[in-house]
């Protein structure tokens, strides 16, 4: 008797969120949020926290139908002072694209902005932490690649180095059902 009450009572409350999410229309207009910490923050291979913990929290905002997209992010750092700078103890990214689908071809391009808030890196090196990209992806299957390009200098590695770029293949084939 108990397990058909608890099977019926689970039916109902079933038959509600199902009904809920039928009545409840897709927005056009997606915000999501992020948050969390790693124990080593690393940019392209290189630690961006000097091998200790990091912070992080951003939010995104999609307008579905059309694929555009904006953003930001926000880490704590600790290469700007270690390079030099009296400040600088965190990275405020602003970033915005258009991504969508050609077929089986996935794309995404668009514009980063990696800012250093109060950094002082250029009156000691001559090279400004913060840093413009240019970026185009294409993505096949479990496969991407993806062209970054230096519209400025590039995260204060040196005065001139606008015009760098970097290229990113990536591979994530699905190990098995479910997972990743």
């Known amino acids: 008797k108990k397990l058909t009450l608890a099977t019926a009572i689970l039916a109902v409350f079933a038959g509600t969120i199902a009904h809920a999410e039928e009545a409840a229309p897709a927005s056009d207009h997606v915000v999501t949020f992020n948050v969390g910490a790693t124990s080593d923050y690393r940019f392209r291979g290189i630690s961006q926290s000097r ?47 258009k991504r969508g689908q050609v077929g089986e071809v996935a794309y995404d391009v668009g514009l980063i902005s990696y800012n250093y808030p109060g950094n002082t890196l250029k009156a000691v090196t001559g090279a400004n932490a913060n840093t413009v990209e240019a970026f185009g992806q294409v993505g096949y299957g479990f496969a991407t690649l993806k062209y970054s390009y230096s519209l400025t200098d590039f995260i204060g590695w040196a005065p001139k180095s606008d015009g760098s770029d970097y290229i990113d293949l990536s591979l994530n084939p699905e190990i098995k059902d479910g997972y990743i």
């Not at 009296?86 to 990275?91: K, Q, R, V």
């Open 51 to 97: 091998g200790d913990p990091a912070v992080f929290a951003g939010v995104d905002y999609t307008h579905t139908p059309s694929g555009f997209y904006a953003g930001a992010w926000t880490s704590t750092i600790k290469w700007v002072k270690d390079a030099g700078a009296s400040s600088g103890s965190y990275e405020l990214d602003i970033y915005g694209g």
